[in-house]
């Protein structure tokens, strides 16, 4: 009966990470010891982030993207852009924060009321990616209080977006890069 308790114990200490009778103990080096051998600090993981909504494609959701990115007037791109920022993830969300921010404050754009109008004409895979799209737009910038912009045409431009699939079904934006 005696060797099935001394089975049963050893069984029960290697479970719970405890060395067997005659094995050493192996230590985890505290994070401390881990970056001065590595010199990189362990971190957690960052916190998963969802967007509010999401499109059925992936072309859906960068069409979406792509339109109301393009589509602004001074009064309200601010406001645009941290709408952008909520139904985004990952470096797209940090992108239209921080253009959120700088257009806020941005008084030349307040003074000129400047606006952007255009139409998304092309959202295509990008050749060799599940995940990265081309887009393709045509916009006109204009402005009610400066002439800077006076008998401007319309521009073609292009971005790399890159979708998430947050749910089955729900694609997001999450990476968001203009070309032109």
Same mark, same amino acid.
């Given at each position: 009966?005696?060797?099935?308790?001394?089975?049963?114990?050893?069984?029960?200490?290697?479970?719970?990470?405890?060395?067997?009778?005659?094995?050493?103990?192996?230590?985890?080096?505290?994070?401390?010891? *881990?970056?001065?051998?590595?010199?990189?600090?362990?971190?957690?993981?960052?916190?998963?982030?969802?967007?509010?909504?999401?499109?059925?494609?992936?072309?859906?959701?960068?069409?979406?993207?792509?339109?109301?990115?393009?589509?602004?007037?001074? &009064?309200?791109?601010?406001?645009?852009?941290?709408?952008?920022?909520?139904?985004?993830?990952?470096?797209?969300?940090?992108?239209?924060?921080?253009?959120?921010?700088?257009?806020?404050?941005?008084?030349?754009? *307040?003074?000129?009321?400047?606006?952007?109008?255009?139409?998304?004409?092309?959202?295509?895979?990008?050749?060799?990616?599940?995940? *990265?799209?081309?887009?393709?737009?045509?916009?006109?910038?204009?402005?009610?209080?400066?002439?800077?912009?006076?008998?401007?045409?319309?521009?073609?431009?292009?971005?790399?977006?890159?979708?998430? *699939?947050?749910?089955?079904?729900?694609?997001?934006?999450?990476?968001? &890069?203009?070309?032109?």
């Amino acid at each position: 009966m005696r060797p099935f308790c001394l089975l049963g114990i050893t069984l029960c200490l290697a479970a719970c990470g405890a060395s067997a009778p005659g094995e050493k103990a192996r230590a985890r080096p505290s994070p401390v010891a *881990q970056a001065e051998t590595t010199h990189e600090y362990p971190s957690p993981a960052p916190p998963l982030e969802n967007a509010a909504g999401g499109l059925v494609s992936p072309a859906a959701a960068v069409a979406a993207f792509a339109t109301a990115y393009i589509n602004w007037n001074a &009064q309200t791109v601010s406001q645009d852009l941290r709408a952008l920022a909520a139904h985004s993830i990952g470096q797209a969300r940090s992108a239209m924060q921080l253009a959120a921010a700088q257009t806020a404050s941005d008084y030349e754009l *307040q003074r000129g009321g400047i606006a952007n109008q255009g139409t998304v004409e092309a959202v295509a895979p990008l050749r060799g990616s599940d995940d *990265q799209f081309v887009v393709v737009t045509r916009e006109l910038t204009t402005a009610t209080a400066t002439t800077a912009y006076q008998g401007l045409q319309p521009a073609w431009h292009i971005a790399v977006a890159t979708v998430t *699939q947050q749910r089955p079904g729900q694609w997001v934006v999450s990476g968001w &890069q203009p070309e032109s």
